[in-house]
């Protein structure tokens, strides 16, 4: 079954860390762009960081020097470091993949690029 799937999320206070995994299945996950985005009820999703099939990232100005993402192909699973946390931060976040074809430039945070999307996972910042 294609898919993928989050875990990580929980509460933290403001000012602390977080990491993410996004568990992938059922296609060449090597090959694929990831990303992560994030919603908060009522608002627009948020792209905050991509990663090519070669290692190229990138992030959203709000989560750049705070957050890492990260890709281990052997394990076919996606990361997101989250350090210095902010109230502003709390959201569902969601991993996607863009499957069909390769792509080696600066992933774009935009939504309808991406075609494989997980369930989210929720993280809440308490300040």
């Known amino acids: 079954q294609v898919q993928v799937t989050e875990s990580g999320g929980g509460l933290v206070q403001a000012g602390g860390s977080l990491r993410l995994s996004c568990a992938a299945s059922?296609?060449?996950?090597?090959?694929?762009?990831l990303g992560w985005f994030r919603q908060v009820a009522g608002k627009e999703r948020e792209g905050v960081a991509g990663?090519?099939?070669?290692?190229?990232?990138s992030y959203a100005d709000s989560v750049k020097g705070r957050f890492t993402i990260s890709r281990d192909n052997a394990k076919n699973t996606l990361y997101l470091e989250m350090n210095s946390l902010k109230t502003e931060d709390s959201a569902i976040y969601y991993c996607?993949?863009?499957?069909?074809?390769?792509?080696?430039?600066?992933?774009?945070?935009?939504?309808?690029?991406?075609?494989?999307w997980g369930q989210g996972t929720q993280v809440t910042v308490d300040s």
């Open positions: 996607a993949a863009r499957t069909l074809s390769r792509w080696y430039g600066s992933p774009p945070l935009v939504g309808p690029w991406y075609s494989l």
């Open positions: 059922g296609y060449t996950f090597s090959s694929s762009s």
């Open positions: 990663i090519a099939s070669n290692g190229i990232t």
